[in-house]
């Protein structure tokens, strides 16, 4: 009798283990931070010219805030914009997020991997496929 509490309770055990144990954390690819890119601008039917962006965001979790420093050919000035990437889905090499420009506009595919940041299906009807460079 005592053998087979013994094994109920090591089988037992071993399921409960399983199902406590931690899930793989998924590595999200983010923009790289304090990096220039050189981004082409487009409106849905034109091409509208080149742009630059760097981002400080710090972190790779669900949801990251940070600041991105905006610059087109037309500006005199960088426009530091409030950003967040968040709701990560990794892909093959990639990771698609939803982008947001605080007050501006979102990105529903923002599609980053090492050294490209492209932003898809944005409310403004613009998108940007950047490049980086340093």
């Known amino acids: 009798m ?37 981004c082409n601008l487009f409106s849905e039917t034109a091409f509208l010219g080149v742009t630059t962006s760097r981002f400080a965001v710090p972190g790779s979790g669900n ?19 409030r950003v ?19 007050n501006v506009s979102q990105c529903k595919d923002t599609r980053v991997s090492p050294g490209q940041v492209f932003f898809y299906d944005c409310t403004d009807h613009l998108h940007r496929e950047c490049f980086l460079i340093n």
């Open 2 to 38: 005592n053998l087979r509490k013994l094994a109920t309770f090591a089988l037992l055990l071993a399921a409960v283990s399983a199902f406590a144990a931690p899930a793989a954390h998924a590595t999200y690819i983010v923009a790289g931070p304090d990096h220039t890119y050189l």
């Open 63 to 81: 949801i990251n805030w940070g600041i991105e420093y905006y610059k087109n050919p037309g500006m005199s000035y960088e426009d530091n914009r």
């Open 84 to 102: 967040a990437f968040a709701k990560p889905m990794e892909k093959q090499g990639w990771t698609q997020w939803e982008y947001t420009i605080v």
